[in-house]
Structure formats: structure tokens, C-alpha cells
């Protein structure tokens, strides 16, 4: 079981990025994001191994968002991550909350403890769209992403630590509006 902490759109502007995933669903050989049970969110840390307990987790989600708000978010583009499968995501726009929080949270784990992913200089802020691309529906999939020429705005408003899988919330806060 590993321990995620996140920041999610627990609100009605989260449905932008839940019909994105209805339609990146037509790229998988089953809906991946609609499984989670899971609202749209962007994961700062996931840790696997017993050296970060929820407590350790929670308290440092918690202090990196001290005197934080609620954040809205603007996604112009899709993006893929390479791999067998494919992973779409939507980029945000630069946002140097995300980077502060993100940072507070690395500076107070060691992020040895984290998946590498999610380490300082290797991690990337993205809200994933499907994780389950099937190999046959790559490329239609990346044209999707090329071909995407909107902008979407959500508000991510509730900091949580989960475990997973299957997605269990263990502690989650409102943030300020």
C-alpha cells in the first residue's frame, strides 16, 4: 500500500477535466481515471515504503500548505508521458504555488523516501487525463492531445493524504477561498 499526497478539484469546475477523461477513456482498454473512484487532482509525493507513515504524511501536507488558498489552475495543453502504456495529461499553466508546495513537501521528507518520479528536478505537474493507453490506440491517442486548442480552468480546493490502491482518503482539508 502506498501513501499519495495531493491537491484535487473536489468541486463542479472539476468536470472539464472529468470529460477529458471520458474522452481519453476511448484510447484505454477500460476507463483508468473513472476507476480511482477519485476526483481530479495533481499527487506532490507517493512513498511505498513503511519509513513515512499517514501521521508523517498528513502533518507535512498540512504545513506545506499553511496559509495557502484555493488554487485555480489553467490547462491549455495535453501531453503524454512515453512508456508501455501511455500515460495523457493535461499541463498546467506555470503556477508557482504548486512549486512551493511541492518544494515545502521535499524539503521536509527526504525525498529518498519518495518515488523517483516525484523527487525534486524530476517531477513534473500534471492532472492525469489516462494511464491505460493501449499500444494500438497510441498515436490516435497523441493526436488527440496535439489536436487539444482549449483552455480549461479548475479550482483545486481540498489538500488530502490517501492510501492506495484502492484509493482510501485517510485526512483531507478544505483550503481557504
Known amino acids: 500500500m502506498a501513501l499519495a499526497i495531493n491537491i484535487r478539484a473536489d468541486n463542479e469546475s472539476a468536470r472539464e477535466i472529468e470529460r477529458l477523461w471520458n474522452?481519453?477513456?476511448m484510447f484505454e482498454a477500460e476507463p483508468s481515471m473513472r476507476a480511482l473512484g477519485y476526483r481530479p487532482h495533481f499527487t506532490f509525493a507517493i512513498y511505498d515504503g513503511p519509513e513515512i507513515d499517514e501521521k508523517t504524511a498528513w502533518e507535512t501536507m498540512l504545513a506545506a500548505v499553511t496559509g495557502e488558498r484555493q488554487l485555480r489552475?489553467?490547462?491549455?495543453?495535453?501531453?503524454w508521458f512515453q512508456g508501455s502504456p501511455l500515460v495523457l495529461w493535461a499541463?498546467?499553466?506555470?503556477?508557482e504555488t504548486?512549486?512551493?508546495?511541492?518544494?515545502a513537501i521535499s524539503a521536509a521528507i527526504d525525498p529518498a523516501h519518495c518515488r523517483p518520479h516525484y523527487r525534486p528536478g524530476a517531477w513534473t505537474p500534471h492532472c492525469t487525463l489516462g494511464t491505460g493507453i493501449v499500444d494500438e490506440r497510441r498515436d490516435d491517442a497523441m493526436a488527440f492531445a496535439r489536436a487539444f486548442d482549449r483552455s480549461i480552468e479548475v479550482l483545486f480546493d481540498v489538500v488530502d493524504c490517501v492510501a492506495f490502491p484502492p484509493v482510501r482518503i485517510?485526512?483531507?482539508?478544505?483550503?481557504l477561498s
Not at 91 to 95: C, G, M, T, V, W
Not at 98 to 103: C, E, K
Open 23 to 25: 474522452q481519453v477513456a
Open 73 to 79: 489552475i489553467v490547462f491549455k495543453r495535453i501531453r
Open 91 to 95: 499541463e498546467p499553466e506555470a503556477d
Open 98 to 103: 504548486l512549486a512551493r508546495i511541492h518544494g
Open 170 to 175: 485517510i485526512a483531507e482539508r478544505k483550503l
